[in-house]
């Protein structure tokens, strides 16, 4: 059995790979497309997953601020097909303000488990 690799991608987001992927890594502005599951880590709650009953993947430009900062440092370290766990400090997720459509209070820490679908369609 493997070991995870551990290790923080930037100050408030480490990065444990659980499958790794095999490709070259996106570049910033490139679009993906991700499955992904986010949970609260205190006390654990999942809060959303595209793997759920009427989700369905989630796309969405690298690097440019379209989603939170933890996903697009996170996600730009990874490549093609790899699975790994994001666990994004509340600065670098939903701040201040928190999500609370989505129960997530202010600075929460998150964990996302994030799997690279496709880099620009392929």
């Not at 690097?63 to 730009?76: A, N, P, Q, S, Y």
Request: net charge positive; charged share 15%.
């Amino acid at each position: 059995m493997m070991m995870a690799q551990c290790f923080q991608i930037t100050p408030g987001v480490l990065k444990t790979v659980i499958q790794p992927g095999f490709g070259p890594r996106p570049n910033v502005g490139d679009n993906i497309t991700v499955h992904c599951t986010g949970l609260l880590t205190n006390p654990p709650r999942k809060f959303w997953s595209t793997r759920d009953p009427g989700q369905q993947p989630f796309s969405f430009r690298v690097g440019v601020g379209e989603v939170i900062r933890g996903w697009d440092e996170g996600c730009l370290s990874m490549q093609k097909n790899e699975v790994s766990r994001l666990t994004v400090c509340g600065q670098k997720a939903y701040g201040a303000q928190g999500f609370p459509a989505w129960g997530i209070p202010p600075n929460a820490d998150l964990q996302f488990e994030i799997q690279i679908l496709a880099i620009n369609g392929m």
